[in-house]
């Protein structure tokens, strides 16, 4: 299990390792805002197709040689954007890493299953969730150190790092051993899995109500912050320091993984409620300083976000594998990644459309205030998801042997 958490680690600290070389790419290419957001949107449009044909079709290849490809397909992206000359290999490298990661998402959790035995899975869930925040918050902390402080090429020498430690994925993944020869023969001579979502009827409305709205929630208001730290660096801290914008994202980012092992308010339903109202009260606090200018209200806005990012992302993952039986697991899985990619999406998309009504700090109050009707819709949804989740742990209890008590005191802890 350890060996595959390193390589998700390291593949998710590649997905967000180029955001602070996006203002040297807009200087040494001379791109547009808008050519500058159509690069940022290409990584997640991507993803979200490769995402759901290989979540439907990756048993039949075989999880491992499409992690395999997964993985080449980033070094190759790598290779790309550090011997680009012109805009458009950018715009490649970009394009590839998209891909890439989306072959790779729903995929690296199938096979960490397959690694796992059956009575850790759901703590492998848990693991590999914060070992992608974390990697989404350590990639661009690296990439602005390098850049800042390292003062040799810095459209090139980030990407030295990063292609070791995308190679030093690919060996430990060579390490684990295959999925059984006579299963995928097995899997390639049955039809082909209809690309589908590969939600079940009876978790539908839990899953897409207090799971997947959740995360859809979290990565559009963190998407929303993620696009302002570049300018709230120039603005309100006032430094040209590269650095900073991926340590205050690393802080984001990976500040909610440490979040996530405070041991305050166990219950998930109860945990999942305070993160979402939380994450909604950082953003809220982020967008206004960048309005008042105020350097302390960033940083306790960031640090809000921070706490609510990591228990919402930590409860929806875990609802993501809790309520789907286990053949189903995997499939849900993909999916909830999927509406978390959409939810990337819309503050680029948004901002973009609104900007052409109002200006910037309107346009991310517009979104702001869409994302606190979500967690308001949340909130009230989870009065009767608890009731559901209560009984639901009863049931698993009696069927288990265990007194329903204490059932629900272990399928809760």
Not at 70 to 86: K, P
Request: hydrophobic share 50%; aromatic share 10%.
């Amino acid at each position: 299990m350890k060996k595959m958490l390193w390589v998700i680690f390291m593949m998710s600290t590649g997905t967000s390792f180029t955001s602070p070389i996006f203002p040297l790419y807009q200087e040494q290419y001379q791109l547009s805002s808008l050519q500058i957001t159509i690069l940022f949107a290409m990584y997640a449009i991507f993803l979200l197709p490769s995402l759901l044909i290989v979540s439907s079709r990756g048993s039949a290849w075989g999880l491992k040689r499409v992690l395999r490809a997964s993985i080449l397909l980033s070094i190759i992206a790598t290779l790309l954007f550090m011997a680009s000359q012109q805009a458009w290999l950018v715009y490649g490298a970009r394009l590839l890493e998209g891909i890439a990661y989306g072959c790779f998402t729903g995929t690296a959790v199938a096979f960490l299953l397959k690694q796992t035995s059956k009575e850790k899975s759901a703590n492998a869930i848990l693991l590999s969730g914060m070992a992608v925040s974390f990697g989404f918050g350590l990639g661009p902390a690296l990439a602005g150190l390098i850049i800042q402080y390292l003062q040799l090429m810095p459209l090139r020498a980030p990407f030295w790092l990063l292609t070791v430690m995308l190679l030093s994925a690919g060996i430990s993944l060579e390490t684990l051993q295959d999925e059984e020869l006579q299963a995928r023969k097995e899997r390639r001579r049955s039809a082909p899995a209809s690309i589908s979502l590969g939600v079940s009827n009876d978790i539908k409305p839990h899953f897409w109500s207090f799971s997947a709205l959740p995360v859809f929630t979290l990565f559009t208001l963190n998407g929303t912050v993620l696009s302002l730290i570049p300018s709230f660096v120039k603005n309100v801290i006032h430094t040209s320091n590269l650095a900073v914008s991926g340590l205050l994202i690393l802080l984001l980012m990976g500040g909610g993984t440490m979040m996530q092992m405070l041991p305050w308010f166990k219950h998930p339903v109860v945990r999942l409620r305070i993160g979402i109202a939380l994450l909604a009260c950082g953003a809220w606090l982020v967008v206004l300083s960048g309005k008042s200018e105020s350097i302390s209200l960033m940083w306790i806005g960031v640090l809000v976000q921070a706490l609510g990012s990591g228990w919402t992302f930590q409860m929806s993952l875990r609802l993501a594998g809790e309520l789907p039986n286990v053949s189903q697991r995997p499939k849900v899985i993909s999916t909830y990644y999927f509406a978390g990619y959409i939810g990337f999406i819309v503050p680029i998309v948004g901002v973009g459309l609104l900007s052409r009504l109002f200006d910037l700090y309107v346009s991310l109050i517009v979104l702001n205030v869409l994302a606190s009707l979500l967690v308001l819709f949340m909130l009230g949804y989870s009065v009767g998801f608890a009731r559901y989740y209560a009984t639901r742990n009863r049931t698993h209890a009696l069927a288990e042997g265990l007194p329903s008590k204490a059932g629900s005191q272990v399928l809760q802890s």
